[in-house]
Every structure is written in structure tokens, then in C-alpha cells.
């Protein structure tokens, strides 16, 4: 019983630090994209002759509804308080899965050994 728990609690902590290294990635690379975009839209916008300012950077990271998420702040930086927030939720749904699973694989070894020894 110790070698699964053991086991699931290495995996967890493999598995939360990779999505961590994942996520950072992923907001460090639309966070360049972003800014990109921001200086193509200032230059388009310069070529055109408009005299407003396009909307800040930070204003387009939404999800699928429009809602904010947060992440990318007015600058077109990472919101590194707001990233490691989510990069805690996400390492909170690895532990709660592998919890589970070690619960339901604990069981199923219990009920291997009871079977086992009532034969």
C-alpha cells in the first residue's frame, strides 16, 4: 500500500510541475503574440490616421464567453500573480484526481486481498 501511495503522490508532483511548465509557456508565448498584435494594430491604425488609440492589450485576453481572464495584463505582460493563481488551481485538480485514484486503487487492492484470503 505504500508503493501506490508513494507512487501517485511522485506522479502528482511530475504531473503538477510539468502543466505548470506548460502553462508558463503558453502565457509567455500569448503574451508575445499579443504584444505583436498590439504593434500591428498601432501601426495600422497610424497608417489609416485615426486618432484614438486602439483598445490596450490586456482587454483581449478572454475566454470563449468574453469574459476576462486575467492573465495578460495592460502592458501585454504576463500577470504573474494571476498565472501562478491558476497554476495553483490546476496542481489542486491533479491532487484531487490522484487522491481519487489512489482511494479507488487502495479499494480494489483491498478487495483483491479479502477475496483472496476468504478462498
Excluded: N
Excluded at 501511495?5 to 511548465?21: D, E
Excluded at 509567455?28 to 490596450?56: F, H, N, S, W, Y
Aim: hydrophobic share 55%; proline share 3%.
Amino acid at each position: 500500500m505504500a508503493c501506490v501511495a508513494v507512487s501517485l503522490f511522485w506522479i502528482g508532483r511530475a504531473a503538477a510541475a510539468q502543466i505548470a511548465a506548460e502553462q508558463q509557456r503558453a502565457a509567455q508565448a500569448v503574451a508575445e503574440r499579443v504584444r505583436e498584435q498590439a504593434a500591428v494594430t498601432q501601426e495600422v491604425a497610424r497608417a489609416q490616421g485615426l486618432k484614438t488609440d486602439p483598445a490596450a492589450p490586456g482587454t483581449w485576453d478572454v475566454d470563449g464567453f468574453r469574459k476576462p481572464r486575467g492573465l495578460i495584463a495592460a502592458d501585454g505582460s504576463v500577470d504573474a500573480q494571476r498565472l501562478g493563481l491558476q497554476m495553483k488551481e490546476a496542481a489542486g485538480a491533479v491532487r484531487r484526481t490522484l487522491l481519487a485514484a489512489g482511494v479507488l486503487s487502495l479499494v480494489l487492492l483491498l478487495v483483491a486481498v479479502l477475496a483472496a484470503s476468504a478462498r
